[in-house]
């Protein structure tokens, strides 16, 4: 049983930084990319981010690029995103994910390409 728990939501204000964690347990996490993915109310979700699995190979969605940074610690079993400079429309439920198949080449930006998911940790941003 893959369980996925994300950490370090909260409300920040305009410019401010906050960084999610994801720590997996249950199986090789090492062997399989990660993702970020978020939900802001009555909208669809979204890509947000993803890492291969040997953490060489990051994917960005554009409206995020050189403000988050995904990076991962398979030592600890671990994915971050470190969020800087925080716009209130980055206000969302942020949820990880881990990809079906191991050892991809090209994470995934797809959310039909990730089979287990983390329960959601909240990002407030306030103008």
């Known amino acids: 049983q893959v369980q996925l728990v994300e950490s370090g939501g909260g409300s920040v204000e305009a410019g401010g930084s906050l960084r999610l964690s994801c720590a997996a347990s249950g199986r090789t996490f090492s062997n399989y990319a990660m993702g970020w993915f978020r939900q802001a109310p009555g909208k669809e979700r979204e890509f947000v981010a993803a890492?291969?699995?040997?953490?060489?190979?990051?994917v960005y969605v554009d409206s995020v690029k050189d403000r988050f940074t995904i990076s991962r610690d398979n030592a600890k079993n671990t994915v971050y995103l470190q969020m800087n400079n925080l716009k209130p429309e980055d206000t969302a439920v942020y949820s990880c994910a881990a990809e079906k198949y191991p050892l991809t080449a090209v994470p995934s930006r797809r959310a039909d390409a990730y089979k287990h998911w983390g329960q959601g940790t909240q990002v407030t941003v306030s103008s």
């Open positions: 890492i291969r699995w040997s953490g060489l190979y990051t």
